[in-house]
């Protein structure tokens, strides 16, 4: 058979048929769950200079009058430069014309329709794979750097980046068995181990060092076998006493009602990470900044484009249609102060 552009368009209708199908499957599945930590941000260029502003005002009392205090908005920048990332796929021009089964081309259909199927939700799951590579390493200052200099899980974080003075907070939480809520400690001791993360993150103050952020658990990001934990811990409404308490029993749904925790979000790509003790908590303002905690930049969007021997003297030579799967995009931190690493042991 000769290959005919109509045969051609029908087959190119039909991968992309395919990989649009399986791109929003899996975009839609509760397995995806990047959107909940990251922002996705659009990029009009190689590099971008992203800018946080911070600003320490405070309404002070002034008496009679006429003794006016000012304020200057201060800034912090990062700079994300965009990676190409990219896959494509080669098929011979003799599988094309050739058929299988009654098909014209059928071989050929085969392999496109595998290959646009595991593109189609590998387009998907790009940036949560991103992500998830950025958080498991962020605690390292040379692969995730924050706008103040400091690794992105740090202990000490400035308040405001350009007056340390203010004070400092950290995001990495660390202390063997001071929050570990994993089935090593009783299930009255994680509750106690979960309360203590909620304080912490109720100290941190805004950049002024005076006035609080409010920040509260909207969620816990963990492996799977700590959110089976944590999923039926939370569900509770009664657990056992420790031994030390008398044994018995006690009632525990006004606790875990004030702990507030609105998800439990289980990340397979968390599956042995650190022993499947650490997990990492999103704070309830993660869901309203426009920074968020992680940025997702994306310049270009994944876009496949298709070649032949019909138009390219190489593919020509070597009998081959080939496809290519290309996309721009980068992934950085955005306020550390909207999600923490937790590592229990």
């Not at 595998?114 to 692969?143: F, R």
């Not at 021997?309 to 080939?322: H, K, S, Y």
Request: overall charge negative; some cysteine; glycine content about 10%.
């Amino acid at each position: 058979m000769t290959i005919t552009p109509t045969f051609l368009a029908g087959f190119e209708a039909r991968a992309e048929h395919v990989r649009e199908n399986e791109y929003a499957r899996l975009a839609a599945s509760e397995n995806i769950w990047w959107d909940l930590v990251a922002k996705k941000r659009p990029s009009v260029t190689k590099k971008e200079i992203i800018t946080f502003l911070f600003q320490s005002a405070m309404i002070e009392d002034t008496g009679d009058g006429g003794n006016i205090g000012y304020d200057e908005i201060a800034a912090a920048y990062t700079e994300i430069e965009n990676r190409t990332a990219a896959r494509g796929l080669r098929i011979q021009k003799q599988k094309m014309e050739d058929m299988l089964n009654g098909v014209v081309g059928g071989e050929a259909l085969n392999e496109a329709e595998e290959w646009n199927t595991a593109m189609g939700s590998y387009m998907a799951y790009w940036p949560q794979k991103k992500v998830a590579d950025y958080i498991k390493n962020a605690h390292t200052l040379s692969l995730a750097t924050a706008y103040d200099g400091k690794a992105f899980f740090a202990t000490d974080h400035p308040l405001h980046p350009n007056d340390v003075a203010r004070g400092t907070y950290s995001n990495l939480l660390t202390g063997a068995g001071t929050y570990d809520i994993s089935s090593a400690v009783t299930d009255a001791q994680a509750l106690t181990n979960l309360g203590k993360v909620r304080t912490h993150l109720a100290t941190i103050k805004m950049p002024n060092g005076v006035d609080p952020r409010y920040l509260r658990i909207a969620g816990i990001l963990c492996g799977p076998s700590l959110a089976l934990r944590v999923g039926g811990l939370l569900d509770s409404k009664v657990i056992a006493k420790d031994g030390g308490s008398g044994g018995g029993s006690a009632d525990v749904a006004g606790y875990i009602s004030r702990l507030g925790v609105k998800k439990v979000i289980e990340c397979d790509e968390l599956a042995g990470f650190e022993s499947d003790t650490t997990y990492f908590v999103i704070a309830q303002q993660a869901e309203s900044s426009p920074m968020g905690a992680i940025i997702y930049q994306e310049r270009e969007a994944f876009s496949v484009n298709n070649y032949g021997p019909m138009t390219d003297a190489i593919l020509g030579r070597q009998d081959v249609f080939e496809w290519q799967l290309k996309g721009r995009n980068a992934v950085s931190g955005g306020h550390p102060f909207l999600l923490f690493k937790v590592k229990a042991t």
